[in-house]
């Protein structure tokens, strides 16, 4: 998933979407495998700990530069971790199934792409 093009030129916060996204790869692989049932409770596990963490560096950054958007931001980063709750929740409800297995995967891709190319693209460019 991850291309240069995602870079969005400070190191910290590239390293950790490369991290992010090579996860995702690893949840991707293993279904074509047919391994995601196991992988996705380790992806979703994965995911709950390092956003915490990560999501909290790109606030700090805001702050820290007086970023003007550093709320609505932050709304973007509390809607992905209900999201991720929820998908939790449902992995713990029924199971891994089809359903919660592709809607994990369309959902992690896509926003993550969008959320770097868009929000922290734009983030970063503030701060330059
Ligand atoms: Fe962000």
Redesign the pocket.
């Known amino acids: 998933m991850w291309n240069d093009g995602l870079k969005i030129g400070v190191p910290l916060i590239d390293s950790e979407h490369k991290e992010l996204c090579s996860r995702i790869d690893q949840l991707l692989d293993a279904c074509n495998k047919g391994q995601g049932r196991a992988e996705i409770v380790k992806t979703v596990a994965f995911l709950e700990e390092y956003t915490i963490k990560h999501?909290s560096d790109?606030e700090r950054l805001q702050r820290s530069s007086g970023y003007p958007k550093c709320a609505e931001?932050k709304e973007?980063?509390e809607y992905f971790k209900a999201k991720v709750a929820d998908l939790k929740k449902s992995l713990d409800e029924n199971g891994a199934n089809i359903a919660n297995i592709s809607d994990t995967n369309f959902f992690l891709m896509n926003w993550l792409i969008n959320?770097i190319q868009k929000?922290?693209k734009e983030?970063a460019t503030y701060i330059k």
Request: hydrophobic residues 45%; negative net charge; charged residues 20%.
């Open positions: 999501f790109e931001h973007m980063h959320h929000v922290d983030l």
